[in-house]
């Protein structure tokens, strides 16, 4: 168990090394995944947030969820390469992330 988190904590300790690297080539690939995890999470918790929170019949959200994703994703990838920083990128998409997930899960819980 120990080793386990040895090399847990390495491993935390080597992905803050390469995130604070000014390596273009490392900051790419951080943006790179960025966009495409972030992106992803960021519009499925959007996605859950406005489904439920949307007033309409059920037909129209069911509609609206299969245009609006593409739309959401888009921005989190344009975001992803327009931020100041890759350590910035992650941190506005995880933060987004999170925003849209506990409103989504406040929404149900009040229910």
């Known amino acids: 168990m120990l080793i386990i988190n040895i090399t847990i904590l390495n491993s ?4 803050k090394e390469f995130s604070a690297s000014t390596n ?3 900051q790419v690939i951080l943006r790179i995944l960025a ?4 992106g ?5 918790s959007t996605l859950a947030a406005l489904a439920i929170l949307l ?6 959200v069911v509609f609206f969820s299969a245009l609006f994703p593409s739309l959401v994703w888009l921005g989190g990838i344009l975001w992803a390469f ?4 890759a350590q910035r990128a992650w941190r506005d998409m995880l933060g987004a992330t999170a925003f849209c997930s506990l409103l989504a899960m406040v929404v149900v ?3």
């Open 24 to 26: 273009k080539t490392g």
């Open 40 to 44: 992803y999470g960021l519009t499925y």
């Open 35 to 38: 966009a495409v995890l972030g």
């Open 12 to 15: 935390i300790r080597q992905l």
């Open 109 to 111: 819980w009040g229910r």
């Open 82 to 85: 327009a931020a100041p920083t």
């Open 55 to 60: 007033p309409w019949p059920r037909v129209d």
